[in-house]
């Protein structure tokens, strides 16, 4: 069955320390990468996506995540995260081919110490 | 452009029950996906409707349905209530015109079931 998973359910940084949240999928098709945030009290909101070319990323807000065909992977990573960072991080495909169903993880807290 | 809106905010029913979530959309999107979302279970799939026609389910019981109109809101119904059933409902919405396209979420209907 397709699955995504995200090993770290929840992450305890410092402000200014590096992030690298992990992202592995199972599916042996074409997909479609995101990565979504939720800020407390927020709705869920697209951070990046990777759907064709350069398997580096980048989003909003200075994170980025590279796409490891090889490895089935997309793993997020912010090199100094803000105190602002904090929120739940969900990653997330689409398998192509008219589907339209879309997978996602069962999310990462982070929380970043000022 | 209004966001994604999704009625009633909260809900409270009890086991046996049946219980109807509503939600519109942004403004010329055609597409709506629903997902329960759970601690510790992430967001889970329930189904998607592009244009009155539903594309894909997750997999749920069949207790779990939903429905679009011509003006692209939607409606999911959950009838005989389990306690299990207990979850933030979140429905999103976009173009609809390719599985590359960012989600628009609404901020959630939470669902208690006694």
């Known amino acids: 069955a397709q699955s995504v998973s995200q090993h770290n359910h929840h992450v305890i940084l410092s402000e200014a320390a590096s992030l690298e949240l992990g992202c592995n999928y199972s599916y042996g098709g074409t997909v479609n990468l995101f990565w979504y945030v939720q800020y407390p009290g927020q709705h869920l909101q697209l951070l990046l996506k990777?759907?064709?070319?350069?398997?580096l990323v980048k989003g909003i807000k200075g994170f980025e995540a590279e796409f490891i065909k090889s490895k089935f992977s997309f793993n997020l990573r912010k090199p100094s995260v803000q105190w602002s960072d904090t929120a739940e991080y969900f990653c997330a495909v689409t398998p192509l081919g008219g589907t339209y169903k879309y997978i996602f993880g069962t999310g990462t807290r982070l929380k970043v110490l000022a | 452009k209004a966001g994604v809106t999704q009625t009633p905010r909260y809900l409270i029913k009890t086991r046996g029950q049946q219980v109807t979530l509503s939600c519109s959309p942004i403004s010329g999107h055609r597409s709506v996906s629903w997902y329960q979302q759970t601690p510790g279970q992430g967001l889970q799939f329930l189904f998607e409707?592009?244009?009155?026609?539903?594309?894909n389910k997750g997999n749920f019981p069949g207790r779990f349905s939903g429905r679009q109109f011509s003006n692209s809101r939607s409606e999911m119904n959950v009838s005989t209530l389990e306690l299990g059933d207990s979850a933030l409902y979140l429905c999103a919405s976009s173009l609809g015109t390719g599985e590359s396209e960012k989600l628009f979420f609404g901020s959630g209907t939470q669902l208690s079931v006694l």
């Open positions: 409707y592009f244009s009155e026609t539903q594309r």
């Open positions: 990777y759907f064709s070319g350069d398997p």
